[in-house]
């Protein structure tokens, strides 16, 4: 058996490529949620409990609907960030490359459902 040291094992093995943008990108989304979280809270707050006719009139205006839209956006792109991390950690193989190919697909129409419904009720 043959004395490798860690370069050697390591040599052809490629990098990420994609790490330090990936930890930006999670970083970036996670101060944009700090200060979107709680801008929805306020401005959905006042409207919970309300009738279906009182909550259309409500989000018919143009700033509790854009900070929903963009809650929605980021929070769904922040989930799918974080549960790739939580794939290629645990599960290995096409079947972890088969995974993160679906939650990306399920986070996407999921934040495309919330959009959509938020601006059909806005105009």
Known sequence: MAYLT???R???MGSAKSGVAHFWNMKVSSIGLLI???LFVFTF???LGSSY???VAYYQHPFPAIIAILTLGVGFMH???GFQVLIEDY???AAGQYSIIAMNCLCYAAAATGIFSIIRIAL
């Open 6 to 8: 860690p370069r050697k």
């Open 10 to 12: 390591a040599t052809g």
């Open 36 to 38: 979107l979280v709680p």
């Open 45 to 47: 707050g006042p409207a």
């Open 53 to 55: 006719e009182e909550m």
């Open 79 to 81: 989930f799918n960030n």
């Open 91 to 93: 599960v290995h193989g």
